[in-house]
């Protein structure tokens, strides 16, 4: 049985990846990788495109296999987990999210049930109460009976969202969740996680895109360049002009900032850029 | 309450129109007999009880001749409505049906394949020997796109439509030298590639009827894993459904189904791919109702035209030709209707 306790042991990680590797085809995206998590941080994920973030939150979410190496989620190792008991406590927020064949925002929500549901069962009061509340929270009440297909990316991100509220798992996954939305719903949307977060509902592995966002956000931090980890530390050690140069290639100032009440980054290409 | 008491009164009224359908489709024909006596013979038979005051002729057409091809007819249409609305969602395309994959193609060319060894002199019995090559050739081409699709090991949709469509247009060129290989007797291929029920047997049925029935409450059971699928690979992974493992087994299984349909029937086209696309149309994409209903929708549909080929017209037309050519313009229908009221749904 799973064992629940993670929520108040912070001291045996909730996942353990060591050597981790991963290639689509030839072209190798994780390099040895080692990483512990353990419960109760909100964890983000950052690093320059195509520098295989989205494939470590996939590796972690059980989606993707690893070639070489081993991942364990709560002492068990990813493979050895029953995908549908996985999908009880593991649940992910994809960046893109898009819905065949015209099924409506609450039928898609209601999907997020199925790993708590047997087979031919139809949603309880307290589920359906669940659903009202993802819809609700997500700010997509209106639109519950409208078709998915004829939403707006950031409407179906939302969708996304509260299908994975609905699924009401222990740890959320997010990958770039909030990149098509507004900056009303992000700061919303973020603010959503980061309270159950915050009530020790959820543990959060974010991949973000957005640092200023990651700062208000995470309280740890993981940089990833070329397959592989370049830092790790909590948000406010981590998050320097010397790690961003390092990382991205751009000049910045992070000053700390009393309107958000966090660090806030400003960037600029490096000034003595070739210019051919 | 659950979902098989909440779908049971739709099913209930489907299962009665189908067996009025039956019914009235029984009496239809060269020699007329009515309802009423359609249903008696057939109570009588069922309860093997004597029939003294029928004219025992009509109850050998009723019994031997018409009750075999149309139940052929409703099982071949339910399970090619079935397996379309099946390949339709583990694809993730409504485009896609038993043709897409390229297995009604494997299947009529392991049934002219054996058709012109035997014109070259192959002695084999033509009444078994057709059916189990389009069954075999069915299986094959599957094996075959499975293999060529799982290079990466997600087997994504894309890889199987695009492997799909590449062993098809092979196998159609095939067919076209086979044909060219017939010379003369070309005609035997043609009749067999646009479809007939005029054949069958009740051992046809006893064939069709258990892969019919287990392969609709299969798709049925995996109803709401395949409502998951239609939101991608990823988000179904991380739902909790097994989307490699699950597209497999039901490839596998509605190619059993197709196969066996092409092999006792011919190729009958369009109830595949319309059945599914109607009845998304009127009912939504829930496909725990679509499965149930696609089976009854197929099954009717194939009834009323057969029976149409059967009886009403002067001369019997290929089965393969009429479902064409009715269901072809009903589709352009409901596809330019859908594009108007923007819910094209795709």
């Known amino acids: 049985m799973v064992t629940r306790d993670f929520k108040t042991d912070t001291s045996s990680p909730l996942w353990s990846l060591s050597g981790i590797r991963f290639s689509y085809g030839k072209t190798e995206v994780l390099q040895d990788i080692n990483l512990k998590l353990f419960p109760g941080h909100c964890y983000g994920i950052l690093g320059p495109n195509g520098s295989g973030k989205t494939t470590l939150l996939d590796i972690l979410a059980g989606v993707l296999k690893p070639i070489a190496g081993t991942a364990t989620f709560q002492g068990k190792p990813l493979n050895q987990w029953p995908k549908k008991q996985l999908a009880r406590v593991l649940g992910l927020v994809p960046q893109d999210f898009m819905v065949r ?7 898609a929500v209601e999907m997020g049930l199925h790993p708590h549901m047997h087979r031919f069962a139809t949603p309880s009061e307290l589920d359906l109460a669940l659903i009202d509340k993802a819809l609700q929270e997500t700010g997509i009440s209106a639109m519950a009976d409208r078709p998915i297909t004829q939403l707006s990316g950031g409407e179906k991100q939302r969708v996304a969202l509260a299908r ?39 543990h959060v592995v974010a991949v973000m895109h957005d640092l200023n966002l990651a700062s ?19 948000t406010d050690s981590i998050l320097t002009p010397d790690v961003i140069a390092d990382v991205y290639e751009v000049e910045s100032e992070v000053v700390y900032n009393q309107f958000t009440s966090c660090r806030q980054v400003s960037f600029r290409l490096p000034l003595e850029e070739k210019k051919c | 309450m659950n979902i098989v008491t909440k779908e049971l009164y739709p099913i209930l009224f489907l299962t009665t129109a189908l067996f009025l359908l039956i019914a009235v489709s029984a009496t239809m024909g060269f020699l007329s007999v ?9 109570s009588a038979k069922l309860l093997q009880q004597p029939l003294p005051d029928i004219d025992p002729v009509a109850v050998t057409v009723v019994t031997d001749v018409r009750m075999p091809r149309i ?168 739902l909790g459904v097994n989307t490699v493992r699950l597209r497999i087994f039901l490839l596998v299984c509605c190619t059993l189904m197709t196969a066996l349909s092409v092999a006792v029937a011919g190729i009958i086209g369009f109830i595949g791919l319309i059945v599914p696309h109607l009845l998304r149309h009127l009912t ?63």
Request: proline fraction near 4%; charge should be neutral; aromatic fraction near 10%.
């Open chain 1, 101 to 107: 064949f015209g099924f409506t925002v609450r039928e």
């Open chain 1, 164 to 202: 994975t509220l609905a699924q009401n798992p222990d740890v959320l996954l997010l990958d770039e969740a909030t990149s098509n939305l507004d900056i009303h719903h992000s700061l919303e949307i973020l603010r959503l996680i980061r309270q159950r977060y915050e009530n020790n509902d959820i």
């Open chain 1, 216 to 234: 208000f956000f995470c309280d740890e931090l993981i940089f990833i360049k070329h397959g592989k980890i370049v830092y790790q530390g909590t």
């Open chain 2, 34 to 42: 009515s309802v009423m006596d359609v249903v008696r013979i057939i």
């Open chain 2, 71 to 238: 139940v052929a007819a409703v099982l071949v249409g339910g399970m090619l409505g079935v397996s379309g609305t099946v390949f339709q969602a583990i694809l993730l395309n409504p485009l896609a049906d038993s043709y897409t994959l390229g297995i009604s193609t494997g299947a009529a060319f392991g049934a002219s394949l054996v058709i012109v060894l035997q014109i070259f002199g192959l002695a084999l019995p033509p009444a078994v020997s057709v059916p189990i090559f389009a069954f075999a050739g069915g299986i094959g081409t599957l094996l075959l796109v499975l293999f060529l699709a799982s290079g990466d090991r997600r087997l994504s949709s894309t890889n199987l439509i695009l492997a799909g469509v590449i062993v098809a247009a092979i196998l159609s060129a095939a067919i076209g030298f086979l044909k060219f290989l017939a010379d003369e007797q070309v005609g035997i291929i043609i009749f067999w590639l646009m479809g007939s029920l005029s054949g069958v047997s009740w051992y046809n049925i006893l064939l069709l009827l258990p892969f019919a029935l287990i392969g609709t409450g299969l798709a049925f059971f995996y109803g709401r894993d395949l409502n998951i699928m239609a939101t991608g690979d990823r988000t179904s992974v991380s």
């Open chain 2, 284 to 346: 939504g994409p829930d496909n725990r109702r679509l499965i149930p209903f696609s089976f009854f929708a197929g099954g009717m549909l194939l009834l009323v035209a057969d029976t149409i080929t059967r009886a009403v017209l002067p001369a019997e037309v290929p089965i393969g030709v009429l479902t064409a050519l009715l269901g072809g313009p009903f589709f352009c229908i409901i596809f330019k209707k859908r594009q108007q009221d923007g819910n094209a749904g795709f």
